[in-house]
């Protein structure tokens, strides 16, 4: 699951940044509207979790905008604002959820991951190829059944690929959804996990099969014979 968080107390962000990658989430951070709209641009968030009060805006315009294009993105609202008429404002502007500061870590991360649990509007939360099932809620994977265990990254990549199941997902794209923004990536360490991934799922007997279309990315296609 990969996550923005739009927060401007460096101490606030380092203390929520740590409790979500923890968690196992890809957490990229930023301090302003703007980064957030850049970073919103690349596309690849799961939730966002928006503070309201940052220095060039409002997260609530930022909220709006994003509802009033479309973009459906589970949004958690983390504000000082603890007036009903506040709350109310921001559940009409959009916000799937709010946590008035301070408040418990603990709770923080129960509500993120009961917005990730809702089901999403666009994809399924189980996605299937072959004879392999991944539940991107439960981040597990099964082949023909049984568990296959795989670590973060190599799971996350495997996401993104059955996320576009048969089509071609460029290295760029894929980088921007298996990394935070900040994450320093070695050249080939895309290649290093994908050549991982892929001797465990054919130790595994997958009926999937990961190609590398050499300069643009990768794409990830059933084995004939596999399940669908």
């Known amino acids: 699951m990969k996550l923005l968080m739009v927060e401007d107390s460096p101490r606030l962000a380092g203390v929520m940044g740590k409790l ?26 799961d939730t966002i979790l928006l503070d309201l009060s940052l220095p060039d805006g409002d997260g609530t315009d930022l909220l709006r905008e994003l509802r009033r294009a479309g973009d459906a993105t589970p949004i958690l ?88 199941r048969g089509q071609l997902l460029a290295r760029a794209r894929l980088e921007q959804a298996v990394y935070s923004l900040d994450a320093e990536v070695t050249p080939n360490a895309i290649e290093a996990a994908i050549s991982r991934l892929r001797r465990r799922l054919e130790g595994a007997a997958a009926t999937v099969a990961i190609t590398a279309m050499r300069g643009l990315g990768y794409a990830l296609t059933e084995l004939a014979g596999g399940e669908s």
Not at 28 to 42: I, Q, S
Not at 105 to 118: F, K, N, S
Not at 126 to 145: E, F, I
């Open 20 to 45: 979500l990658r923890d968690s196992g989430m890809t957490v990229d951070a930023v301090t302003t509207v703007a980064d957030a709209r850049a970073a919103l641009a690349l596309g690849g968030y």
């Open 77 to 164: 609202v983390a504000t000082a604002r603890g007036e009903v008429t506040d709350r109310v404002a921001l559940l009409n502007a959009g916000a799937d959820d709010y946590l008035v500061k301070p408040f418990s870590l603990d709770e923080l991360l129960a509500r993120i991951r009961a917005l990730l649990r809702r089901p999403p509007q666009t994809a399924p939360s189980v996605l299937k190829a072959g004879n392999v099932a991944l539940d991107t809620q439960a981040q597990s994977v099964t082949v023909a059944g049984a568990p296959l265990d795989l670590p973060r990254l190599e799971l996350r990549i495997l996401a993104a690929l059955m996320g576009r």
